[in-house]
């Protein structure tokens, strides 16, 4: 017998211990036993108990019970007929974040940051941020997730480059400290730099480098910050929040969003030098490339929302969409199926889905190929272990919260949720009762039988009936378990109207019936018939999901137009009588055969046999030559080609943004193009490091990279790096004047001699004295600059005025190296005897002059005078359309100044192969050399040439008849696509809609923010 005093003393105490003490620290000693009986449990993905109990003691779960045979002190809900879920875990949010970073007014660009609270130097870096601070359960925000069955969320303020320590826990609505699961989880990240108005970065090379240079700085503050250092050397390391949360990051792992698949490998592929294995937020169009994801074994979070079908509705509208977009509306929903396949961990996301339809959504995903057991595992154990709760969520064993989900029928077969038990606490999402309580009841009053139906919908329908005729049924409401009804039962001798009080019992309704003069008849309604729905939903569903996606489309290396079915492979080939331009001293040779065999040249001569196998080619009439080499192209970029941030950037890398689905690559391969080196733009005076690529059309941009290529950096001069035209706000940034300019190049290789000096310095200092003495921060941007110095790494210079020309050259000698390149160089026939004296070499355009002031003097005799005077010459395209008929540039020459035809040639091959460093390999047709080759049609200079077949490492990448086979399947497989969107009823995009965003063609001093998606060129 429970004591009503000593209750009433216990809560007086806990009122008084409440008011005593800031918290209470120890645990609810009122046990809650709940027995959810008779239900299937999904204990973990693959491991379901059919007919089972849960039983749940406060916010724990207790025990799986096989028998139902439960405690008497537990509360029992019969759940026959029910299925229960562990909770779904939603591991990418910003839920209960209540904070905002400083606004700050900007009017004109901002190089440096506030530093408040020890905060890093650049204001994208919020590493220092423990988000569990910050945390405010809201109830209302929470709904959107508890309504689709998720239980807890991890959580972090998604704004920045580095955001953060995350947190997770639970949606149940109680104090921050109740709800925390996982106070410190993972480290959230981007390449995005968020609200921050700071200038740099601006580019997407920019955030690469940004985190490249964080990562490595917080790495030298944990092996240098608590040094004691010395009299003479004392440790002078500022305090530096963001870098000692970074310090460990190992332990703590990473969440990285990103925004495109090249972005995700991107980010694997940075971190990986750290080794560090992100967990990365994707884009839904991993299949694409789903074998590079698994080498690079990182786990994926991924957001459900499918596009809808591009808008074909008419053909004018049809013309603007490309194949890759059509494809990826028809495919989206296949790619969880295409990661689970491949054994690649991931977990779903409401952030980037439409919540509304995420079930829809999901359920597209099963019947695209997705098991369910794969699709549960990504609503629970996957999430679980990317939010760092795998000991306490994500599954319904013993010892777990009692985070879970009731559903009537299977979900994943449009099954629904009635309830979510958030630790241990029932929300409602569905009246339970009301599915129990509907079907066909039968009961007899006065010896007339009547049939009394229950039909749940929105709201409880309910009919009366006995026989033909129909009982007008009013004021039916149920509520607390409790049916309530009038009728006019004037048929059944029963005058007036009648009221009746039901409750269900089991499969029947018992209860009473008030006739109108007050009599009360007791009244039992037997079930008949149940509830047709609730019994159909599984089978109904079940047979939905067999309804298998197929496609019509087909996936390629890349996967847009012109993408190859099967990369190619190596050929050994045969070419018979062609005219062979070596590009070598022994000059053109006519009816000459070439053995490609390996990858390489194998053999050059008359009259060669072809050995067992090979592809032989009969090339009389063709003309055979090196592949065409591009010393200057944008191209294969994304992100931006300027870091036009600062003065100095040359810690970016272009080899960090290569885009292999640039469908350039191939129309350049059309052009007899086979090597090409990608430049930064000329918005500052050292710009980023280069990047030089084969055109390797489907392969990774790993793959694009030429390995044996020199090291390269791009450094400009001219109007481009004083911002001239770049509008009154950009006035602050030094040099504004060629003086300027001259004085950046000079302190900046002074400041990089002494850090080299530094490290020599620390190198040679004994192990002892080490331990002491704060070691040289590793400063990517001066190690380039030092590279340069060394000889290490070579400068392509952008320059257009013989004055600055020169000026470089003093610079180059005042610090010992050569200069490898000065590239448009439009005034160089002016200093062609100073060019050629110092070693230089130019790379030009054929015919630009007069199209900015600096360039007024520019003649199209340039390459000839300068090939005169022995400075090494090339022709570069600069553009991705003049890069298709760079054979033609080079004929120019011919055409203004009498070029012979084999210099003019060599304009394109051999002269900028040696200004790449790589006419050991290609550039000229060589026994031993790489079988970099395009086959013409006509002699290479004329107007007529078309590049028939181009091979890189002897792989046939472009083959002209075959191209025409590709131009066909290209529109057949459009047309399909288009008809199968057309025939489907699917719900197309509006044109109001904003347009998918397209990067700009980039040229040299294209500005453009990588993160407003702002530009501006002016050639």
Not at 711 to 734: C, D, M
């Amino acid at each position: 017998m429970i004591n009503i005093n000593k209750v009433i003393s216990a809560s007086a105490l806990v009122v008084m211990s409440s008011s005593s003490f800031a918290s209470v620290l120890t645990p609810n000693a009122n046990n809650k036993l709940t027995a959810l009986t008779h239900a299937n449990i999904f204990v973990a993905p693959g491991k379901v108990v059919k007919n089972a109990t849960l039983l749940v003691e406060n916010d724990r779960v207790k025990a799986i019970i096989e028998d139902n045979d439960i405690p008497q002190a537990a509360l029992e809900i019969d759940l026959s007929g029910y299925t229960i879920y562990p909770g779904f875990i939603d591991p990418y949010t910003q839920y209960g974040i209540d904070y905002s970073f400083p606004e700050t007014k900007q009017t004109k660009p901002i190089y440096f940051n506030d530093r408040i609270g020890g905060n890093a130097s650049n204001d994208a870096i919020h590493a220092e941020k423990e988000w569990f601070s910050y945390i405010k359960p809201d109830a209302k925000s929470a709904k959107t997730w508890i309504n689709n069955g998720f239980t807890s969320v991890q959580s972090a303020k998604l704004d920045g480059i580095f955001r953060g320590r995350g947190v997770s826990l639970s949606l149940e609505n109680d104090i921050p400290n109740k709800v925390i699961y996982q106070a410190r989880s993972h480290q959230f990240m981007s390449f995005n730099k968020g609200s921050s108005k700071q200038d740099y970065p601006g580019s997407l090379m920019g955030s690469i480098a940004l985190i490249r240079q964080t990562l490595s700085d917080a790495k030298w503050y944990k092996e240098n910050y608590n040094k004691p250092g010395t009299l003479s050397q004392p440790n002078e390391i500022e305090f530096n929040a963001a870098y000692e949360k970074l310090g460990n990051l190992h332990k703590q792992h990473i969440i990285f969003e990103t925004t495109s698949l090249n972005n995700q490998l991107r980010a694997a592929r940075e971190l990986a030098e750290f080794d560090l294995t992100p967990t990365i937020v994707g884009t839904g169009n991993e299949y694409s490339r789903i074998n590079e994801i698994k080498a690079l074994n990182y786990s994926i979070i991924l957001p459900l929302k499918f596009p809808d079908a591009p808008n074909v509705a008419d053909s004018d509208s049809a013309k603007d969409v490309k194949l890759a977009e059509l494809r990826h509306w028809e495919r989206a929903s296949s790619n969880p199926a295409a990661l689970a396949k491949a054994d690649i961990s991931f977990a779903f996301t409401l952030s980037g889905s439409n919540q509304k339809e995420f079930w829809k959504a999901l359920r597209k995903a099963v019947n695209a190929g997705l098991s369910k057991q794969d699709a549960l595992a990504a609503l629970t154990t996957n999430p679980a272990e990317m939010a760092n709760i795998s000991d306490i969520a994500g599954k319904l064993e013993p010892g777990y919260k009692a985070d879970f989900v009731i559903s009537k029928g299977d979900l994943f077969d449009n099954g629904k949720i009635y309830s979510v038990w958030l630790q241990g606490n029932e929300t409602q999402i569905h009246d339970r009762s009301l599915d129990n309580l509907a079907g066909n009841y039968q009961l007899t009053l006065n010896q007339i039988d009547f049939d009394l139906g229950l039909e749940k919908g929105t709201k409880l329908d309910a009919s009366l009936s006995s026989g033909e005729q129909q009982i007008e049924l009013d004021k039916v409401k149920y509520d607390n378990e409790r049916l309530t009804f009038i009728a006019d039962l004037s048929g059944a001798d029963y005058q007036g109207v009648t009221r009746f009080v039901l409750w269900l019992d089991g499969k029947e309704l018992t209860g009473r019936m008030e006739t109108a003069d007050g009599t009360e008849y007791p009244v039992t309604a037997k079930r008949i018939k149940l509830d047709t729905d609730s019994e159909n939903l599984t089978s109904k569903n079940s047979q939905d999901s067999d309804k298998k996606t197929s496609f019509v489309s087909k996936t390629t290396h890349p996967n847009v137009a012109f993408g190859f079915d099967a990369l190619p492979e190596q050929e050994t080939v045969l070419i018979k009588n062609a005219t062979v331009w070596t590009s070598e001293k022994s000059g053109i040779l006519k009816n000459t055969d070439v053995l490609i065999k390996n990858g390489e040249i194998d053999e050059i001569g008359q009259g060669l046999k072809a050995p067992r196998k090979a592809i032989v080619i009969d090339a009389t009439g063709k003309h055979l030559t090196a592949g065409i080499v591009d010393e200057h192209s944008h191209i294969a970029i994304n992100g931006g080609v300027n870091e036009a941030t600062h003065a100095v950037t040359s810690e970016v890398r272009i080899g960090d943004v290569l885009n292999p689905d640039d469908v350039n690559i191939y129309r350049a391969l059309a052009g007899g193009v086979t090597t090409v080196q990608l430049l930064h733009g000329s918005a500052n005076p050292i710009g980023g490091q280069a990047q030089t690529i084969k055109l390797r059309w489907g392969d990774t941009a790993e793959e694009l990279k030429f390995k044996e290529a020199n090291p390269s950096i791009k450094f400009a001069l001219g109007e481009n790096v004083k911002q001239t035209h770049w509008g009154e706000k950009f006035s602050r940034r030094f040099p504004k004047s060629r003086m300027g300019v001259d004085a950046l190049f000079r302190e900046t290789m002074d400041s990089a001699l002494e850090y080299e000096q530094a490290k020599k310095d620390y190198d040679d200092l004994r192990r002892s004295s080490k331990r002491k003495i704060v070691a040289p921060r590793k400063d990517y941007r001066l190690e380039a600059v030092n590279q340069v110095i060394n000889g290490e790494r070579d400068v392509h210079i952008h320059s257009y005025v013989a004055s600055e020309i020169l000026m470089f050259l003093k610079v180059a000698d005042a610090y010992g190296f050569t200069v490898k390149a000065f590239t448009h160089i439009l005034e160089g026939y002016k200093v062609a005897d100073e060019m050629a004296k110092h070693g230089t070499s130019a790379s030009t355009f054929s015919d630009w002059w007069a199209y900015k002031f600096e360039v007024y003097d520019a003649i199209p005799q340039n390459t000839c005078l300068m090939t005169e005077k022995g400075v090494l010459t090339s022709v570069n395209s600069d553009d991705r359309e003049m890069m298709r008929r760079l054979n033609q540039e080079a004929a120019k020459s011919m055409f203004y100044c009498d070029m012979s035809e084999i210099d003019a040639w060599n304009m394109v091959t051999i002269n900028p192969a040696k200004q790449l460093g790589v006419d050991k390999y290609v550039g000229s047709i060589k026994q031993g050399k790489q079988a970099d080759l395009a086959l013409w049609s006509h002699n290479p200079l004329s107007v007529y040439a078309k590049a028939e077949k181009v091979w890189v490492d002897g792989k046939r990448y472009f083959d002209i008849e075959i191209d025409k086979q590709k131009q066909q399947q290209v529109a057949t497989e459009r047309q399909a696509l288009i008809q199968k969107i057309l025939t489907s009823g699917t719900k197309m995009k509006q044109k109001s809609e904003a347009p998918i965003f397209k990067e700009p063609e980039w040229h040299c001093d294209t500005l453009f923010h990588a993160w407003d998606k702002s530009h501006n060129h002016s050639h």
